[in-house]
């Protein structure tokens, strides 16, 4: 909740002066302590704070539900050298053109991963 002051005090300073003089004017005032860059609520506010959170009512709201579920990594193509093993990842939207030269031995890379996916811009 600290950290809600804080940024509260660059929103009440307009953002106009980052964590300089006025910065620092407003977030003593209010009870925030130590380097200005992380500042955080003194003892005092830490107090005042925990007594007004106490105080609160339950917010009414629907049941939150997180989606678990992490998507598949897929690697995007590439294109590898037969004979040195430079690999290059390659844009989708330049598929259509065809596997690069490797810029050493100038012969065509060898595709891996799916090419065969059509670029939708």
Known sequence: MDTLVHELVHAVDDCKNGHGKEFKKI??????????REASAGARLKERLIHMASELEPYPH????????????????KAKC???????GVPKKWLHYGPPKCP????????IGDWDEEYQP
Do not use: D, W
């Open 82 to 88: 037969k004979i040195c093993g430079y690999q290059i």
């Open 62 to 77: 629907v049941k939150l539900s997180f989606n678990r579920n992490k998507r598949a990594y897929k690697p995007g193509p």
């Open 27 to 36: 977030a003593l005032a209010v009870g925030l302590e130590g380097k200005m």
């Open 104 to 111: 050493l031995h100038e012969i065509e890379m060898e595709t």
